[in-house]
């Protein structure tokens, strides 16, 4: 049977051609806004005292010195390892009790008040909480920051598991998807958008708290060192550490969480 | 050959169906029509195991397409991956999905995605979908409504052709009692409150002798039966 002309194909071509124009924008504008940050901070030096801003050459100086000895390295491996553990316990448990919440209206009106509470925590109470309980070890550190983070995931899923297409699950069940069939081609890229902006803000929180959690009950890590060098009163060194974990961080967002959300949203693009 | 016996089917306190019965004969097209409301989709999905909250009983097994009032294509799947996906490939060869898109006219179009597609095609990939599983009874929810009438036109067409080839149970529910008229060798009527079997009429084939004022005369004897309910 031939088309009609009521049916027809919209391409996709456009949309892609000007997301990519917009794209190489991008790879001229941040680096350029960027470079104005450190030019404006170089600026700056030049009036306060090098103890209070040190200039960016001095703190570049310094990091080459730390990452050559070895300790940059050391202690960005020791951060990075507490927030992915954090990061993924609480995905996992902020996904399965957000889920479960969007899915089933009993319990959402059962936990709902413990959610508002746990959001309500203050970062600092569960931390000290964590070490009280549990002592000063990895296990308190990891559990403190899931803890925190925990809710918000929750929060976001159960509004992805609200969201849920009622018409597609039926379709599943006509065709005899099955339970897996149904998670995978049916439910999973429905919540995609949803754990990816779960992720983001999630991996956004964890590393500060992580510092913190450092800082208060760690003898390593980029807090540790953070609050090493505040005792020193080491201003330079503390712009070390900070750039260098918001460097990585930002290269951990850039290089696998934006190219794995634009994936799992590439079919709304087409 | 389907047959369901629906003693009692409520929402809640409200009655919707009751004393319904309906047999379904191996190759027939049965059309379902009667008011918004009266239960139509709800006989659909409780034949389909969409509903299990009902009384009465269901005998003899049937593998089943299912043509939703709205085509619910997985986005963020291509047209052969909807249709693949939905014909369980363990049963049915690889190339029935193929053959299902090809059947509604779709060849061009396997590896568009839904987004990218007109309401008439994605009827289509709907009908192909139902089709690829191999089905013995093929259920249509008001498969062309909304569409403009050229589109809706060309899809009873393509319908009654495949049906005519390969000779599924065809049970459809539609408003639109011309279209009944047009397409069915029996149509059911639902009607009252709670709903039971209001009156049917078979209708001879082939249909393409018979000429408008024919097809006028019956929908308006249809129109007799739907209206007259209490």
Redesign the interface.
């Given at each position: 049977m031939s088309s009609t002309s009521t049916e027809t194909t919209v391409s996709g071509g456009d949309i892609g051609q000007r997301r990519r124009v917009r794209g190489y924008g991008r790879l001229i504008s941040v680096p350029a806004s960027l470079l104005a940050l450190v030019v404006l901070w170089a600026v700056f030096s030049l009036w306060v005292p090098p103890d209070l801003l040190p200039p960016p050459g001095k703190v570049f100086a310094l990091g080459v010195r730390e990452w050559n000895s070895g300790a940059l390295l050391f202690h960005v491996e020791a951060t990075m390892g507490r927030v992915a553990a954090a990061f993924v316990v609480a995905m996992t448990i902020g996904a399965a009790i957000g889920i479960a919440l969007g899915l089933s209206k009993t319990a959402d009106r059962a936990f709902d008040p413990w959610l508002i509470v746990a959001l309500n925590v203050p970062a600092l109470v569960t931390i000290v909480l964590c070490y009280l309980w549990f002592g000063l070890n990895e296990v308190a550190a990891v559990a403190a920051v899931a803890i925190n983070k925990i809710p918000n995931v929750a929060v976001t899923l159960r509004e992805g598991a609200r969201a849920l297409d009622r018409g597609l699950a039926e379709m599943a069940a006509v065709y005899r998807f099955g339970r897996l069939k149904t998670l995978r081609h049916v439910i999973l890229p429905q919540l995609a958008p949803f754990l990816a902006a779960a992720a983001r803000s999630g991996i956004a929180l964890i590393w500060k708290i992580v510092l913190v959690v450092e800082l208060l009950g760690r003898s390593n890590g980029v807090g540790f060192q953070i609050s090493l060098y505040f005792q020193l009163f080491d201003i330079a060194r503390i712009f070390v550490y900070a750039i260098a974990f918001i460097l990585v961080m930002q290269t951990v967002e850039l290089a696998i969480l934006q190219p794995w959300e634009r994936r799992a949203s590439r079919w709304r693009t087409i | 050959m389907l047959q369901v016996r629906i003693d009692a089917k409520n929402f809640g306190d409200a009655a919707i169906l009751r004393d319904v019965s309906l047999a379904l004969a191996p190759g027939s097209f049965t059309v379902l029509t009667g008011r918004s409301g009266c239960g139509k989709t709800t006989l659909l999905r409780i034949l389909?195991?969409?509903d299990r909250d009902w009384r009465g009983t269901i005998s003899g097994e049937a593998r089943?397409g299912?043509v939703?009032q709205?085509p619910?294509l997985?986005?963020?799947?291509s047209v052969l991956d909807n249709v693949r996906?939905?014909a369980?490939e363990s049963v049915t060869p690889p190339k029935m999905s193929l053959d299902a898109i090809a059947m509604?006219?779709l060849e061009a179009?396997v590896s568009?995605?839904p987004?990218?597609?007109?309401m008439?095609?994605a009827r289509r990939v709907a009908i192909a979908?139902a089709i690829a599983?191999g089905p013995q009874v093929l259920i249509m929810d008001e498969p062309f409504v909304s569409l403009?009438e050229?589109?809706a036109g060309?899809l009873r067409?393509?319908t009654l052709r495949l049906w005519q080839k390969h000779r599924w149970t065809v049970l459809m529910v539609t408003h639109n009692l011309s279209e009944a008229a047009q397409m069915a060798d029996r149509v059911v009527v639902l009607g009252g409150r709670p709903a039971r079997i209001a009156g049917e009429i078979a209708l001879e084939r082939p249909r393409e002798k018979r000429d408008a004022p024919w097809l006028e005369q019956t929908a308006a004897r249809l129109r007799g039966i739907v209206e007259c309910e209490p």
């Open positions: - | 389909a195991g969409l089943i299912y939703f709205d619910r997985l986005p963020w799947r996906l939905a369980d509604v006219g179009s568009a995605y987004g990218a597609l007109s008439g095609m979908r599983v403009d050229g589109t060309q067409a393509l």
